[in-house]
């Protein structure tokens, strides 16, 4: 049966413009993002098996995302007539349909739009794979070899610190207790913490009411956003430590909104609420200035940054110059598993933890599985490793994220966990949905 | 006449996707773009005053021209029913109207599809701008004060290294003598070299016969493309050596082909040839692998880089790391003229001169108005400074650059030099026009 699926061949392609008008209740509201309209550029495979689809998808913010679905027409297309077995017998290949393209490489090369459509598409092969072979993601990597977990890996740009022949040293180190590791991650669930009580558009008194819900929910762990009025980062700074009190964890996101030397004097201010890191203090592409800070905040404060680096290249410089302390992996803005699988690799090698991106359209959903791979092959340890729980749109995903007293249980259906029911994707298709015809 | 067209509305939008099939004798051919199909994602904004039009382009290689399009009609729409006059008088918050939509920035932010199209359309606000006053835009920059060019930038995370303040006080120990610079050029030209003869897909022959019409033509200093063939590298070096003897200055481009350690290995085998320059030597992404290889070279080869940087951020570390000799601004990659003066201040407080990219669809019309820029009003300095002259295209461009004995002479017609012939514009547009017709 898994052989016969493996053989599939890809017939067909559907991309979707999927928007959620979510600015309306402020619902992800940052310094940076002030009404984002939690989005999603969405792409489905259709093979010659009957029921067997690989849905794939980025997370968008409402404007752009037609953008990126001209992208991913782009690469989609150079999918159709290719056979799922060929595809997944050579992953890097298989990524490199998509970035080695000389003409479409002048638009990127592997960053922004080009780099989100591409994440899309690796991530619908991965959910194509994992369906055939009817296992979740991160049970499909964690039966790899270490041979067939570095097969998937371009290691173009990052052989000055991790060859295919390191990686593969560093996931034998691993394997042979990669079961009990897995047993006990079906046991006891993956720790994580939640970003929906900190929005920057809510009120005060919403924020003390989402946190008391989310202590009772069993969280221990609450981020807070910063950067747009000091005074009222430091009341809210107030309420949310009152809340925790001293045991609790508190961490602060800035969504890139200072100057380098300005989110070090802002911070400074805020130490005294003892924040464990600033998340995104800076432009994601300022590596130098991460260092900068990092330096000038240390100890008191760690720094921490991912969710818009945009490939293993940057990652592999934050890890060179110590500038970040914890490593926020997203699971689109890069290309899709293949390249997530580098960085998880490399942050290991330099020791930095991984803590996910997950604020957005089912990223949660997907980074359950990353977070899984990284424990039970990578890592080992859960050492300052945490998912990131943000409580919205999971229903319209059929498999949703399953949280017991903030631990997130592994995910035991076949596939990426990101499929959206039917009637969802037909009414949040924009501009044509229904939900998009009510003024 | 003047305060009359700048009192003008933009009206309209025109978006067309031009693709020139220089793919067909391999002209443009490098390690990494072994095809390209030279294009352009051109806009033009139309006014209310008869004949006034702001022609902007992007260059891009053919396939993904559609995807930078999609992303010039998401900003072009925002300065639909906009006053010239509005517009320029604050071309900061000109170029925010781009970079600062909440929504948009997730896709980039300043970078990639959304960035490019970015630079087109902020170019096509400086040609309206320029032929409003009837200036080219070199001399409209010329005849700014340091308070009115500073007011072009956008300060935002490069403030660790140059505030407006000192900007403007970098631009003031220049004015004085500005006028006779200007007079210079415009007696003299600007000096450039020629890539046109080094193209990786050329045959030896055609090569040798190249070098012989530019040395004939005045040029000094040649370009060669490495990085595909190491053996055929020594061997065309050695050619082209041996045609440009001792005193010719040869420059070397590998175009992102090596990882750090492999072009230092790859270099260390070329030096004999005494090239100038290696550019590009691995992935515009990587600030510290730039560092590595200048160090591991230095001081037999420089390193040079540019074309691919993606903004300010990026330029602004390669800057701070000493990772680069020479920095090779493009008009386009950025967020048009206002992002490229930033990057221009910023390098000749570094002192690294600026050798723009011109390898493409009228680049070279462009970056002439910034290099003229940068030695009028900036450095005041031709040391180590060149235009890249590329001999492909000109003849759809209704302005194209005036080359003198290797000088090219600095344009005198209102704008940016960029409008393409109506004709060429139509037979051009992809894939309706006449020539993309023919099999």
Same mark, same amino acid.
């Given at each position: 049966?898994? !052989?016969?699926?493996?053989?599939?061949?890809?017939?067909?392609?559907?991309?979707?413009?999927?928007?959620?008008?979510?600015? /309306?209740?402020l619902?992800? $509201?940052?310094?940076?993002?002030?009404?984002?309209?939690?989005?999603?550029?969405?792409?489905?495979?259709?093979?010659d098996?009957?029921?067997?689809e *690989?849905?794939g998808?980025?997370?968008?913010?409402?404007?752009?995302?037609e953008?990126?679905?001209?992208?991913?027409?782009?690469?989609?297309?150079?999918f159709?007539?290719?056979?799922?077995?060929?595809?997944? !017998?050579d992953?890097?290949?298989?990524?490199?349909?998509?970035?080695?393209?000389?003409?479409?490489?002048? @638009? *990127?090369?592997?960053?922004?739009?080009?780099?989100l459509?591409?994440?899309?598409?690796?991530?619908?092969?991965w959910?194509?794979?994992?369906?055939a072979?009817?296992?979740?993601?991160?049970?499909?990597v964690? %039966?790899?070899?270490p041979?067939?977990?570095? /097969?998937?890996i371009d290691?173009?740009y990052?052989?000055?610190v991790?060859?295919p022949? /390191?990686a @593969?040293?560093?996931?034998?180190?691993?394997?042979?207790?990669?079961?009990q590791?897995?047993?006990?991650?079906l046991?006891?669930?993956? &720790?994580?913490?939640?970003?929906?009580?900190?929005?920057?558009?809510?009120?005060?008194? !919403?924020?003390?009411?989402?946190?008391?819900?989310?202590?009772?929910?069993?969280?221990?762990?609450?981020?807070q956003?910063?950067g747009?009025?000091?005074?009222?980062d430091?009341?809210r700074?107030?309420?949310?430590?009152?809340?925790?009190?001293d045991?609790g964890?508190?961490?602060m996101?800035a969504?890139?909104?200072?100057?380098?030397?300005?989110?070090?004097?802002?911070m400074?201010?805020?130490?005294?609420f !003892?924040?464990?890191?600033?998340?995104?203090?800076?432009?994601?592409?300022?590596?130098?200035? =991460?260092?900068?800070i990092?330096?000038?905040?240390?100890?008191q404060?760690?720094?921490?940054? *991912?969710? =818009?680096?945009?490939?293993?290249?940057?990652?592999?410089q934050?890890?060179?110059?110590?500038?970040?302390?914890y490593?926020?992996?997203?699971?689109c803005?890069?290309?899709?598993v293949?390249e997530?699988?580098?960085?998880i690799?490399?942050?290991?090698?330099?020791?930095?933890?991984?803590? &996910? =991106?997950?604020?957005?359209?089912?990223?949660?959903?997907?980074?359950?599985h990353?977070s899984l791979?990284?424990?039970?092959?990578?890592?080992? $340890?859960?050492?300052?490793?945490?998912?990131?729980?943000?409580?919205?749109?999971?229903?319209?995903?059929?498999? &949703?994220? /399953?949280?017991?007293?903030?631990?997130?249980?592994?995910?035991?259906v076949? *596939?990426?966990s990101?499929?959206m029911?039917?009637?969802?994707?037909? %009414?949040?298709?924009?501009?044509t949905?229904?939900? =998009?015809?009510?003024?």
């Amino acid at each position: 049966m898994v !052989k016969q699926l493996l053989e599939s061949t890809i017939t067909s392609y559907e991309i979707r413009d999927i928007r959620f008008p979510t600015s /309306q209740h402020l619902d992800g $509201s940052d310094a940076m993002n002030k009404d984002p309209d939690y989005s999603a550029a969405y792409v489905i495979f259709y093979t010659d098996s009957k029921g067997l689809e *690989g849905h794939g998808l980025t997370f968008t913010c409402g404007r752009g995302t037609e953008v990126v679905c001209s992208a991913i027409e782009q690469l989609a297309c150079k999918f159709v007539n290719k056979s799922l077995n060929e595809l997944v !017998k050579d992953m890097r290949a298989t990524h490199q349909i998509c970035t080695g393209d000389s003409q479409l490489r002048w @638009i *990127g090369p592997e960053k922004g739009v080009i780099h989100l459509a591409t994440g899309a598409v690796i991530n619908a092969i991965w959910d194509l794979w994992a369906k055939a072979v009817n296992k979740p993601v991160w049970k499909l990597v964690a %039966d790899m070899t270490p041979e067939e977990f570095v /097969q998937c890996i371009d290691f173009r740009y990052i052989t000055d610190v991790l060859t295919p022949e /390191q990686a @593969i040293e560093m996931l034998r180190e691993k394997e042979a207790t990669k079961v009990q590791r897995e047993e006990e991650m079906l046991k006891d669930g993956y &720790p994580s913490y939640t970003t929906s009580a900190g929005w920057l558009g809510y009120s005060d008194d !919403k924020v003390r009411r989402l946190i008391r819900e989310a202590k009772e929910q069993g969280f221990t762990h609450f981020k807070q956003k910063v950067g747009s009025n000091k005074e009222s980062d430091i009341r809210r700074a107030s309420i949310i430590r009152e809340e925790i009190g001293d045991e609790g964890v508190l961490m602060m996101d800035a969504n890139q909104v200072w100057d380098v030397t300005e989110a070090i004097d802002w911070m400074k201010d805020l130490l005294k609420f !003892k924040p464990l890191f600033i998340e995104e203090p800076t432009s994601p592409d300022d590596i130098l200035g =991460h260092a900068t800070i990092r330096k000038a905040l240390y100890p008191q404060c760690a720094v921490a940054t *991912g969710e =818009h680096i945009q490939n293993r290249i940057v990652f592999k410089q934050l890890f060179q110059a110590n500038a970040i302390d914890y490593c926020q992996i997203d699971s689109c803005r890069v290309a899709g598993v293949n390249e997530v699988l580098a960085i998880i690799l490399m942050a290991n090698k330099f020791k930095v933890p991984i803590i &996910p =991106h997950a604020g957005g359209t089912f990223l949660v959903e997907m980074v359950q599985h990353l977070s899984l791979i990284d424990y039970i092959c990578v890592s080992g $340890s859960l050492d300052r490793r945490m998912l990131e729980y943000v409580d919205h749109l999971h229903e319209h995903c059929k498999t &949703p994220v /399953q949280l017991k007293n903030s631990k997130v249980t592994p995910p035991l259906v076949a *596939g990426y966990s990101v499929e959206m029911y039917r009637q969802s994707i037909e %009414d949040y298709t924009f501009p044509t949905g229904k939900i =998009h015809q009510k003024k």
